[in-house]
């Protein structure tokens, strides 16, 4: 008895060995190109710099650079600030619309696409653009909205203008779309994986006690789709917020953006101000990620 | 059969949509590629011809794709198949707790959503202060004539794996969280080694998601911008050429490119379901 104990004992000690050794790979990369790199911008974002190298020393320029003026001119919000209220109000737009558009597309995959056969193909028709390359996705826009693009001519086709429209490349406009465009997957599989999880039963007792169908989704599905509407909503945030590719291709590089300032900063050479934003960034982001998950708990949802 | 309601038309007409809105722009520039020699950026097709991409693997017109094409076709590989053997291998540690366990799941999970221009910042930097480092304190006969060690196969390799192993790992979950742990117990029972369960009984019922993950491991490296961004070193990856592209071509070359390296990507993602499929039967 006391020997078959000790042998369990023995095996789960090796086992946690074991299990550690197996994790060991992952938390070597995620080490050293993950967690190393985020401690070294933040230490770099107090260095000193010049006009073509980081200076090891302290200072806080990088900080002060990035908000020069904006005491002397509020209540005028100065560049930065300007900046990211865009970023937000991008931010913001998109997360709205992805909602929306990822929600419906899962409660239509989840609770009327019955067949499990249907449901993997057409899941996998709203994965398959995911794995192809954004930028393609960005520039297929061009044929559509462009001055001569295929909406400008069924607008003039049909009357509508007279003249081709600007604003539908190149605009704030086209970066919403595009945004949409590419990351309305991240909405859609948390979504879709929550309202998975919901027991079937509840919603035909909800019928049962005579419940519309809006009232079931009102007062059933959407709360308990809440995980994955907020584990979405990290993803899209978080995306948005730092992303200098789509506001760069679909702005025309001409819209500012959070993580474009960075961008700016890098192409000169200007190492700590760039790794000061990236700080400014990440606090932001993590503020907003903080908030939203006051509203659930990750942990238990994966 | 259920009756089906008015909502369901309703919902079915927007998910219709949906896939429109998804794949529409992209069908377009796969046609708009085969334009004529005067053919320009925006329908009508002027003419069909595969003119543009002749010019394209001609070379010497805009870019050398050629070699840019090799670069993200090799780290790609290499990505794919570094995200599979790490995610198996995490995932297998996972399904029991360990010192560390809840840590590392977090980093994960933070790897995925930390912006990614700041994650190939701090890179970039971490590469750029080691190079400093070895220039300025290292052995003679390494600092004599060290240049960088940032490149494509070691901080390009790492930056895509920040990104592709949190995809690898929330796959494992999802296999283990639907794993029936019995024919591991039965494997026991008869007397195998934990490394014959392994080999006999897990792996083979875990395969077909696993070539999901390399699947997932390819394509993400095959796209991605904006983590090479800044630890890319001195060569470009296809696309982050095409991304410059973006600004300055104004001939359907550009959809050229792109209808090839979108066929790329579906190759891959049709093998890798074939694969799957076969695995299944």
Redesign the interface.
């Known amino acids: 008895m006391t020997r078959l104990k000790l042998n369990t004992v023995q095996q789960r000690l090796s ?2 060995a ?6 060991l ?3 070597f ?2 080490a ?7 401690v ?2 933040v230490i ?1 974002s107090f260095w000193d710099y010049n006009e073509y190298e980081m200076i090891p020393a302290f200072s806080g320029r990088g900080y002060t650079d990035t908000f020069e003026g904006c005491a002397a001119q509020l209540p005028e919000l100065c560049t930065i600030l300007k900046t990211y209220a865009k970023t937000v109000k991008l931010c913001a737009v998109t997360w709205a619309l992805t909602l929306l ?1 990822g929600f ?2 899962a ?3 989840a609770f ?1 696409v ?1 067949s499990r056969m249907w449901q993997i193909t ?1 899941s ?3 994965t ?2 995911f ?14 909205l ?1 001055r ?3 909406v400008n ?1 069924g607008l003039q086709a049909t009357g509508i203008t007279h003249a081709p429209v600007e604003w539908l490349l190149f605009s704030e406009f086209s970066v919403v779309l595009a945004l949409v ?1 590419l990351f ?1 997957f991240f909405m859609i599989v948390p979504i879709f994986n929550s309202m998975m999880r919901i027991e079937r039963a509840l919603i035909e007792a909800a019928y049962d006690s005579g419940a519309t ?1 809006w009232q079931t989704l009102r007062h059933v599905i959407i709360p308990l789709s809440k995980p994955g509407i907020v584990i979405g909503s ?2 899209v945030i ?2 948005v ?5 789509t506001v760069g ?1 679909m702005g025309g ?1 001409q819209i500012a953006s959070a ?1 474009k300032i ?2 700016v900063r ?1 192409n000169a050479l200007q ?1 700590p101000a ?2 000061a934003n ?1 700080v400014i ?2 606090t932001v ?1 993590l503020m907003i ?1 903080a908030g939203l998950q006051r509203l659930v708990d ?1 942990r238990k949802e ?1 | 059969m259920q009756r089906r309601g008015l909502g369901f038309y309703l919902l079915a007409v927007f998910f219709a949509l949906y896939v429109v809105f998804l794949y529409g722009p992209m069908i377009g520039i796969y046609i708009l590629s085969f334009q004529g020699p005067d053919g320009g950026l925006t329908f009508p097709m002027n003419g069909v011809s595969l003119v543009w991409f002749e010019k394209l693997f001609a070379g010497g017109g805009i870019v050398d794709i050629g070699a840019a094409f090799r670069r993200s076709l090799a780290l790609g590989a290499v990505v794919m198949l570094l995200t599979v053997v790490i995610s198996v291998s995490a995932g297998l540690a996972f399904r029991k707790r360990f010192a560390g366990s809840g840590l590392l799941f977090y980093v994960a999970i933070a790897s995925l959503i930390v912006p990614s221009i700041i994650t190939s910042l701090g890179i970039g930097l971490e590469f750029r202060l080691i190079d400093d480092l070895v220039k300025s304190h290292g052995p003679d006969w390494l600092a004599a004539d060290h240049t960088t060690w940032m490149g494509l196969f070691t901080s390009g390799l790492g930056a895509h794996l920040t990104w592709t192993l949190p995809f690898g790992l929330l796959i494992m979950f999802a296999i283990f969280n639907r794993f029936n742990p019995s024919y591991e117990e039965a494997a026991r029972d008869l007397g195998a080694t934990p490394w014959q369960t392994l080999r006999f009984v897990v792996l083979p019922i875990i395969l077909p998601s696993v070539i999901g993950i390399g699947l997932f491991g390819f394509t993400l490296s095959w796209d991605e911008i904006a983590r090479s961004s800044q630890a890319i070193g001195e060569v470009n990856t296809l696309p982050l050429e095409l991304q410059g592209l973006t600004t300055t071509v104004t001939k359907p070359d550009i959809y050229a490119l792109g209808t090839t390296v979108s066929a790329i990507s579906f190759a891959a993602i049709l093998t890798a379901l074939t694969i799957i499929r076969l695995l299944r039967r």
């Open positions: 086992a946690g074991i299990s550690r050794l197996q994790a790979p992952m938390a990369v995620f050293f190109f993950f967690i190393l790199p985020l070294l911008v770099v558009i419906t597309v409660y239509f995959l009327h019955k057409l996998l028709l709203c398959i653009p794995l192809t390359s954004n930028v393609i996705r960005m520039i297929a826009w061009i044929p559509m462009g001569n693009g295929l001519q465009h309305s169908g990290i993803f978080t995306i917020m730092g992303d200098f590719i291709v590089q993580g960075i961008e890098l190492f760039a790794a990236a960034l990440l982001t990620i990750i994966l």
